[in-house]
């Protein structure tokens, strides 16, 4: 049967190749070298829509599905309540079949909904200027350090020994192409490096802890350096935004906000900075205008930073982002708005507390830190995790994060609005039996 | 599209409104911390479900996508999305896992991604794929970092100097400085092809690697292919390849054959995820073994029945807090178990025919400045109609009011006043035969009446925009009190 996608019938094939004058469409290949082509490729044998929808399916099922299994995991990515309201409109096939808005008039839809995206971002973290959104918290905290680095002319970077480790890696990775070096520091360290062009703290750190920030704020700035924040979108509703304790650039994995796991990806790296920092930034912005009739329009604008126009002398080589990710953001953070995304971090608040409460009575386990904390904390187990989590499981519970490299025994557990009073109360029952 | 009224969400925010209802706390309330931790106002929307719904479909309605109609936006291979690839990404036990769930409660997203890096290293005739990229910019970032790590570990970290054609993509360059490398220019020949002599000419002890598009992005296969890899190899660098017009060779011909060492893909594009208004992409890189060491982490291991993630040897490092873009992946999955040998073969052929169809059909029409057979897309000149006073930038805008999505314009570089057409293997005859018919009718216009082309367009949502005005004073959000 024909391929539904390719609408040429063997007639079209015909009638065209004699408009063209070929005589078959092999002729159109002959710049290609005869012996590179028509090589054989060993690829498995088509499947239609009926029969693959079948089999992948049944791979889907083998997964640990978390709408079957109680998640108590978090580390950067979230499980929080997405209302339908999201899925349906970025289902809506004029956004998600659109390319970049390079073409303004045939793209006011994207474009006004990323114009959104930036001002509802920029309420969100009490920070001036947002871009469209990067890949992920981890490339957007990359980019920004190197950001940090064009602004002082500097070479090296400090960083927190509480940032997430995956974070410290890619910002590693995006380092060592331009052969910075990167410092990672404790907590408690009392003097920068040398001539670092920033700071980079997560807030809550990657235990889940809040940390003082004021402290590394004043720490950075009397050194010449930025502070650079990564933040949990969610956490805002309730605390401290980064706008508000001086951050010239806060960075996030914006995902908790309307989007599913994904197993990780897509995600959504939100970028803010200050008004000063603009011309310096990384990524697609888009701004107001008007049109020929003084009607009020948005365009792509800013674009002598990028990489089409700037070449390489671009602010960053990134292209594609993650539009589809912002516009679920979007709608999420309008859906919720003021009142319910500060429902949703307060729920976070009082159920993770409830559970380390709960957790840290039972014998043999307490909490690793001490300082006030979100939705996630470290707890010290009296057995091995990889032991404890696997009991979990036989219970369709996936547990907390195995940090016992960092913490011994230690389990970093999340606790979202999705956990019910039932599931937490069965978790504390489960490991005071084990 | 359609013309509506212009409003913000702010607008239709009021008191006491609500987009969403949450349960009740169902435990004990904890004491809030001390109150330099808190926020002090949080000032964002109140909007009911239904206003916020209708704000969103009059945007969508004021929007141009692939199921809209023909977009032929050249280099971008904006092609049909089949329907159910979206319905598949979303099973539950797909959608809804958790990236450091442990691998043995994930064994079919594990055997998924597995597959999928076997699957396109066959397709691009490399040795083994990282699927960590999120994007194509970042493959080409996986490949220049490779590119580094490989002569750093042959004690050459002095090869900085990265060859580039001029009719390359932005990201080439932006890439080669990312990655601290210095970026030559090779000039294209008088047949658009890359001028052999420049490059033996810039190769030398310093040379990391040539970047090349294939077939470039003048739509063009250069013959030359195996003089280049044969001399890049010789001077010791690395052939490195852009795969974004890959949708050309799909089933047909193989990177890995042609000498690259490395390539990066586009699966929202070749591979048929749709572009989502600007991503999410997912940007694979396939290398042969010289570079399967520094692939980028993580990479999916296979060991008897069991799937992990590991980290190569000497990798590059990561990319990304995930394994890269997984909804992504299992639309690319799908796309190539769905189609299977032949029919990706079909689909470079068809994409090739369609593409010289135009290409034969606007001739008389348009200025070819490479009057030869084309790949899966063609690139006019719009010179004939600048003579006239008619730009370039005004025949896309007038395409619009013709119902049709502008091609790329401007792009490449090297063509003045390009024009560049990639209609893709899912259009049909009759689509095409209409586009034609207006590129036709416009040419006309440019001839007859140029000032219809310069206030065009005239039935879009709105009208042409002030660029310059908006990067001039920047207007980036709107603020709430």
């Known amino acids: 049967m024909p391929s539904p996608y390719i609408p040429n019938t063997d007639q079209d094939r015909a009638s065209m ?9 092999a002729e159109l290949f002959q710049d290609i070298p005869a012996r590179f082509r028509d090589v054989p490729f060993h690829l498995p044998p088509p499947l239609t829509e009926l029969e693959l929808k079948g089999e992948m399916s049944e791979l889907s099922r083998q997964n640990a599905c978390l709408d079957e299994y109680v998640c108590f995991l978090g580390a950067g990515y979230y499980r929080h309540f997405v209302p339908s309201v999201v899925g349906h409109i970025t289902g809506r096939s004029e956004f998600y079949t659109t390319y970049t808005p390079y073409q303004p008039e045939a793209s006011q839809g994207v474009l006004q909904a990323i114009y959104e995206y930036q001002s509802l971002v920029c309420q969100l973290t009490g920070m001036e200027v947002s871009n469209a959104g990067m890949y992920d918290g981890g490339s957007a905290a990359a980019e920004a350090s190197l950001m940090a680095c064009r602004i002082t002319g500097r070479r090296n970077i400090a960083v927190l020994s509480t940032v997430n480790l995956r974070y410290r890696e890619v910002i590693g990775t995006y380092g060592r192409g331009q052969d910075i070096t990167m410092h990672e520091l404790p907590p408690d360290f009392k003097e920068m490096p040398d001539k670092c062009a920033c700071l980079v703290v997560q807030q809550p750190n990657f235990f889940g802890y809040f940390e003082d920030v004021a402290r590394y704020a004043k720490l950075a700035h009397d050194a010449g350096a930025l502070l650079i924040v990564i933040f949990d979108p969610i956490s805002l509703g309730l605390f401290r935004p980064p706008g508000s304790y001086n951050a010239d650039v806060a960075v996030a994995e914006g995902q908790p906000l309307g989007n599913p796991l994904n197993f990780g990806g897509p995600g959504l790296g939100i970028f803010t900075c200050r008004q000063e920092h603009l011309r310096q930034m990384p990524g697609r912005i888009v701004g107001q205008t008007i049109d020929a009739e003084g009607q009020t329009g948005y365009v792509l604008t800013m674009a002598t930073r990028e990489q089409h126009i700037r070449r390489e002398r671009a602010t960053s080589n990134i292209c594609t982002n ?64 990889e032991k404890i989590n696997r009991i979990l499981r036989k ?13 011994d025994n230690g389990m970093l557990l999340c606790v979202t609005e999705m956990n019910s009073r039932q599931e937490i109360d069965r978790l504390v029952s489960i490991l005071g039996s084990l | 599209m359609k013309k509506s009224k212009h409003y913000l969400l702010p607008d239709i925010s009021r008191p006491e409104k609500a987009g969403c209802r949450l349960p009740e706390l169902d435990v004990p309330a904890t004491e809030l911390p001390s109150g330099e931790l808190m926020r002090q106002e949080l000032v964002l929307l109140e909007v009911s479900e239904v206003e916020l719904v209708r704000y969103f479909t009059s945007l969508s309605r004021k929007n ?17 999305n089949p329907k159910w690839h979206e319905d598949i990404a979303r099973f539950p036990g797909f959608q809804d896992i958790h990236p450091y769930q442990p691998a043995e409660t994930v064994p079919g997203a594990m055997q998924l991604m597995s597959e999928l890096q076997e699957l396109l290293a066959e397709i691009t005739g490399m040795d083994a794929t990282s699927l960590a990229p999120m994007a194509g910019a970042q493959g080409e970032l996986a490949g220049l970092l490779m590119v580094r790590a490989y002569h750093r570990s042959r004690g050459q970290d002095h090869r900085r100097k990265i060859l580039v054609p001029d009719s390359a993509h932005g990201t080439n360059p932006a890439t080669a400085a990312m990655c601290g490398l210095e970026v030559k220019t090779i000039p294209s020949n008088g ?49 490195i390849g852009d795969g974004a017009n ?25 591979f048929s995820t749709p572009h989502g208004g600007g991503g999410p992409g997912s940007g694979p890189v396939c290398v042969k073994t010289i570079l399967a060491d520094f692939l980028p982490s993580p990479l999916v291991a296979k060991d008897k029945k069991r799937c992990q993630f590991i980290s190569p040897p000497r990798t590059i490092g990561r990319l990304g807090a995930a394994g890269g873009n997984f909804g992504v992946m299992v639309k690319a999955y799908a796309y190539i178990r769905s189609l299977g040998a032949e029919g990706l073969k079909e689909v470079s052929e068809n994409a090739v025919l369609n593409a010289n169809y135009i290409k034969e059909k606007l001739k008389p029409h348009y200025q070819l400045p490479y009057d030869r057979t084309c790949m899966h897309e063609v690139v006019f000149s719009g010179k004939r109609q600048k003579a006239k006073g008619v730009a370039t930038l005004d025949i896309a805008k007038r395409l619009l009011d013709y119902g049709f999505h502008p091609p790329t314009i401007y792009f490449p570089q090297v063509v003045e006043e390009a024009i560049m057409i ?6 049909s005859k009759e689509t095409l035969d209409a586009f034609i018919e207006a590129m036709v009718e416009i040419a006309a216009e440019a001839e007859h009446s140029p000032e219809q082309l310069h206030g065009a367009p005239h039935s879009t949502p709105v009208r042409r925009l002030d660029e310059v005005g908006a990067a001039r004073k920047p207007v980036l959000r709107w603020k709430m009190k």
């Open chain 1, 395 to 407: 219970e369709k519970i996936i547990g907390g994060l195995d940090v016992s490299h960092m913490v």
């Open chain 2, 246 to 270: 890959l949708n050309s060779l799909l089933g047909k011909v193989k990177f890995g054959d042609l000498g690259f060492d490395c390539v990066q893909l586009n699966l929202h594009k070749t």
């Open chain 1, 17 to 25: 190749l004699r408009d063209i004058g070929a005589g078959s469409v």
């Open chain 1, 322 to 385: 993650e539009a589809l990710v912002a516009l679920a953001a979007t709608v999420y953070l309008a859906a919720m708005g003021k009142n319910g995304l500060r429902r949703v971090a307060e729920l976070c608040y009082h159920k993770a507390h409830y559970a380390a409460e709960n957790i840290s009575k039972l014998k043999g386990y307490s909490l690793a830190f001490k300082q006030p904390f979100f939705k996630e904390f470290v707890v010290r187990c009296p057995q091995p995790l």
């Open chain 2, 191 to 239: 047949d658009g092809n890359l001028d052999l002599k420049s490059l033996a000419d810039l190769l030398d002890e310093e040379s990391a690697a040539l970047t090349l598009t294939m077939p470039t992005t003048l739509g063009l296969f250069d013959p030359q292919i195996s003089e280049i890899s044969a001399i890049v190899h010789e001077r010791g660098g690395l052939l």
């Open chain 2, 64 to 80: 141009y996508g692939v199921d809209t109609g023909f977009y032929p936006l050249g280099s971008c291979t904006m092609k049909y």
């Open chain 2, 422 to 427: 990639e209609p893709t293997e899912t259009e």
